[in-house]
């Protein structure tokens, strides 16, 4: 009886709602349900719950599915229940389950009528028996994070242009009654950057797997992460990603000889290399890099060379490095080492200070005698790829390895 | 006879030209990971200024470096010297006693093709304040980019290196004092800050 009573507050509710309306309604109906609460797959591609507005809103779809069947939804009557032959009415599918319900569940329920003219508002009726109504229930989307793979640790959410990266899609409790899941790119304008899934704008998906998703147009700076992987069910959203952004990034530094430096210094000067990780180099016209170098500890001749080196400058265009010594510094013996990494920044994403992948390097610099007792010296001057830290910023090795020795 | 066989060849020859070259080009471009090296075309761009304090590195706001971002219109600039300049720019021409002045340096190179060592910031010497030299320059250190040793990316020129650790003055006498940078054979314009109560 405790649930007769239940159901009778409701109902009043609900007629309160349709005397204000102005409108009839008809019983019996059925309930919404989410399955629960959905969750990001890796903590960072969260998504977010169906609420009870968005149960409202697809009850509304649905009733506007299903016209002729009289049935108007309405959360006053949620767990309505048909009675007369005690049963359950089970789901149906999406185009017929309201007719379904009346059919199911015997004869239909009607709700008191109120406001009629000349009528005397009654009492709503209990009915004697109760009966489980039809439930729909909204199924659980989980979106991984929309992330490429080459995005590194400490940066917000991004994908490149033109490459695939794959988002995991899990899909738990889908109910066929509920209509198709339509996956799409939430917020995608020009200025917030457009991805597409799968190659197209939208993509039906009804079950757990993966799709790709692919930057067509970048991010403009100052518009970062408004993009939205979600979820909707008859145009109503019903799970959305971690929002991310279309940016490409620098990665993968090379270092290859240019040229010896003479004269009053010694050295040598190096092209610098790197790739977008979009494969199209002028992608990356929004970025800026950083060298960082930070010397240890100088020894001999090196002993007074101290301190670290950095510098912005636009990550679309590709510069040599030098790296001299003065020859007036080369008069006795000594050793000192350097760690080299780069960092960036992205103006599409809003990141800065990312460490590059691939940009390590460590250069040292050798005086030695040329022969022992000759008091003439040559200088050794090595760049290599190598797992780095300067300035606080780590990065795996580069590729390269370049090493000349000359006279003083 | 040898008058024809000659055109035929230089016919050729711009066919080849005009056929060839663009060819090899492209799969220039499409090889390898598009690392066709590529020209600064601003060697005056404004790229951010960050300042070391400890192992810390702070990007300096845009309010605190103003006139080195309108270095290209101030009227204070370091005399030529060989198609190279420095110079050196406050936003406190008037300060009061005591108040700490950030001066900014400037190195700028009109030649073409010589190497702008941007990285930094370097240490600055050879600052001088009334006639008082105050950072000796180190023996050695008289050739920009007036380090020891340098590591880092270069920027061909012409353009300008501004990455150098900003000095800090500071006067508890009140009327005009005069600050100068004097590097090897270089001379920065002299900037006459007002001291006032």
Request: charged letters at 20%; hydrophobic letters at 35%; glycine letters at 10%.
């Amino acid at each position: 009886m405790e649930a007769g009573k239940s159901h009778q507050n409701q109902v009043k509710s609900s007629v309160n709602d349709e005397k204000q309306g102005g409108q009839m309604m008809s019983a019996p109906s059925f309930s919404l349900e989410s399955s629960g609460a959905s969750q990001g797959g890796d903590g960072g591609g969260g998504a977010i719950d169906a609420k009870n507005d968005t149960h409202q809103s697809i009850r509304s779809a649905m009733a506007q599915d299903a016209k002729s069947s009289d049935a108007v939804f309405d959360a006053g009557i949620k767990d309505f229940k048909s009675s007369q032959n005690g049963e359950s009415t089970s789901k149906s599918t999406d185009s017929s389950f309201v007719e379904d319900c009346k059919c199911k569940g015997g004869e239909a329920v009607e709700a008191p009528k109120t406001g009629e003219k000349g009528g005397k508002e009654e009492p709503v009726k209990t009915p004697d028996v109760i009966a489980e109504a039809p439930k729909v229930v909204l199924p659980t989307i989980n979106f991984g994070a929309v992330n490429s793979a080459t995005t590194p640790a400490g940066m917000s959410h991004r994908i490149p242009p033109r490459v695939n990266t794959a988002v995991q899609v899990t899909v738990a409790g889908y109910d066929a009654a509920v209509g198709d899941i339509e996956l799409f790119v939430e917020n995608a304008v020009a200025a917030n950057g457009i991805a597409q899934i799968d190659g197209a704008a939208t993509k039906k998906m009804n079950a757990t797997g993966s799709v790709n998703l692919s930057g067509t147009t970048q991010t403009a700076p100052g518009n970062g992460g408004k993009l939205v992987l979600a979820a909707r069910v008859k145009g109503v959203v019903i799970a959305r990603s971690a929002a991310f952004s279309v940016s490409s990034i620098p990665q993968d530094w090379t270092t290859t000889f240019v040229s010896l430096i003479t004269g009053p210094k010694r050295g040598f000067v190096v092209q610098d290399g790197f790739s977008s990780d979009s494969g199209v180099f002028a992608d990356l016209d929004q970025t800026m890099i950083s060298e960082e170098v930070q010397y240890g500890v100088g020894t001999g001749t090196f002993a007074a060379v101290a301190g670290s080196n950095s510098g912005y400058i636009a990550g679309n265009v590709l510069t040599t490095d030098s790296h001299s010594t003065p020859v007036g510094l080369l008069s006795g013996v000594g050793s000192i080492e350097a760690q080299q990494t780069c960092i960036f920044k992205d103006l599409r994403a809003g990141d800065s200070d990312i460490p590059l992948r691939n940009s390590g390097y460590k250069i040292t610099r050798d005086v030695t005698e040329t022969a022992v007792g000759s008091g003439k010296f040559q200088l050794t001057t090595h760049k290599y790829g190598a797992a780095a830290t300067a300035n606080g910023h780590f990065s795996n090795a580069a590729a390269g390895d370049v090493s000349k020795t000359q006279l003083a | 006879m040898w008058r024809s066989s000659l055109l035929s060849f230089i016919v050729l020859l711009i066919v080849y030209a005009a056929g060839c070259h663009p060819a090899i080009h492209l799969m220039k471009e499409e090889s390898g990971k598009d690392h066709t090296p590529t020209q600064d075309p601003n060697g005056y761009a404004w790229r951010g200024y960050r300042e070391r304090v400890g192992d810390e590195w702070h990007e300096l706001p845009n309010e605190d470096t103003k006139c080195l971002r309108e270095y290209s219109t101030s009227n204070s600039k370091g005399k030529w010297s060989q198609d190279r300049r420095i110079s050196i720019l406050t936003d406190h021409l008037t300060a009061k006693v005591g108040e700490t002045i950030k001066i900014f340096h400037v190195f700028e190179d009109r030649s073409i093709g010589q190497e702008l060592y941007i990285m930094g910031p370097k240490l600055v010497y050879g600052v001088w304040t009334d006639g008082k030299c105050t950072s000796a320059v180190p023996e050695g250190l008289a050739e920009y980019p007036f380090t020891l040793i340098y590591d880092g990316r270069t920027l061909p020129s012409p353009g300008w290196d501004y990455n150098f650790a900003f000095t800090t003055v500071s006067f508890n006498a009140i009327g005009k004092h005069e600050v100068v940078w004097k590097i090897g054979d270089l001379e920065s314009n002299q900037l006459s800050i007002s001291i006032v109560e």
